[in-house]
């Protein structure tokens, strides 16, 4: 097995090798059974007539009620190791990821930009927010026994925490094409006072907040999504305080504001309209990258500081279960 380096390892070990032990125990049992019987029941004479079987009520209860048990601590178990797994923490370290063919992209809180290479605190939740510019991968370190499908057009999320300092594989763990193989990487674990170290070589650069709202002047925004909205004359809704909050739509509708509704709102503003505008934003499809598109979201999300971020993580949970993609490849 891998090494354990986080704090779900252990977790979803016990539950493997518990389910391993129910499968070899099971295995045994059946096939000593069948060599048993097979003996012991063989025919004997060429015209033998076996004694017959009238059942047993008391066998097939038994053989009823103990699988289903067994059955039900296995998803009882195995609900449990997902939720922590799949609920995202609020209070983490938020890391973006944009993957390409073939390299991994990150970028940090503070700004710091990686290739292939993501450098974390050991003892600290840290939150991944990704997406892809082409294809599907999918973000996997064994170490820490997580995976996540990293999904052209959307974002998806996953969390770990680290508990050794070390050098780790990182791996696309979805077949990407020509280079997959090539597609990885490593993600360094240090002690909390080497990560700030390693953050403070690198000052010059500013927050994907801090980009998001240079992105946010230039591409013009500020125009229309005034603080204080129409009351103000804004043509476009406040966006101040909305992160992480439900949002009545024209037509009745409200959906929480999380990444993936501030993302089409970029993308595809027509597709859901704050009730009392109109569709009259212009589509910035083709005019900002995946990592433009982060900065946004962060400047916007930076904008709500109260908010965290429990508004994805319910919808990532269902998504993650309605794709056994997420996880088992
Ligand atoms: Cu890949």
Redesign the pocket.
């Known amino acids: 097995m891998p090494e354990q380096a986080s704090t779900i390892a252990q977790q979803v070990d016990a539950l493997f090798y518990y389910w391993l032990g129910i499968t070899l125990f099971f295995t045994v049992l059946i096939v000593a059974a069948i060599i048993l019987f097979v003996v012991k029941y063989r025919r004997r004479a060429p015209g033998e007539i076996p004694r017959p079987i009238f059942g047993s009520m008391k066998l097939e209860t038994i053989w009823i009620v103990i699988p289903f048990l067994i059955a039900m601590s296995l998803f009882v178990w195995g609900a449990k190791v997902y939720f922590a797994q799949y609920r995202i923490p609020k209070d983490a370290l938020d890391i973006y990821v944009v993957?390409k063919?073939?390299m991994w992209k990150m970028q940090h809180p503070t700004g710091q930009r990686e290739i292939n290479e993501l450098h974390v605190p050991m003892g600290r939740k840290i939150r991944l927010t990704m997406t892809?510019e082409d294809?599907?991968?999918?973000f996997y370190i064994p170490d820490f026994r997580v995976k996540m499908d990293?999904v052209p057009g959307r974002y998806t999320q996953m969390w770990f925490e680290a508990t050794k300092p070390g050098r780790y594989h990182l791996f696309?763990?979805?077949?990407?094409?020509m280079n997959?193989s090539r597609?990885t990487g490593t993600v360094i674990v240090m002690r909390p006072d080497e990560y700030q170290a390693w953050l403070s070589g690198n000052t010059s650069q500013l927050s994907p907040a801090q980009q998001g709202e240079q992105l946010f002047q230039t591409l013009g925004c500020t125009t229309c999504h005034l603080n204080g909205g129409r009351d103000a004359g804004g043509r476009g809704p406040q966006l101040a305080g909305i992160f992480g909050k439900p949002v009545q739509l024209e037509g009745g509708q409200t959906v929480v504001a999380d990444e993936n509704y501030l993302r089409e709102s970029i993308l595809n503003p027509s597709a859901k309209i704050v009730a009392g505008y109109s569709a009259i934003m212009p589509t910035y499809q083709g005019q900002v990258s995946e990592e433009q598109l982060l900065q946004l979201i962060a400047y916007i999300k930076s904008l709500s500081p109260q908010s965290g971020n429990a508004a994805m993580t319910s919808a990532n949970a269902a998504q993650a279960a309605s794709s056994p993609n997420g996880q088992r490849r």
């Open positions: 993957g063919q073939w892809t294809v599907i991968h999918s990293v696309c763990a979805e077949y990407c094409g997959h597609m």
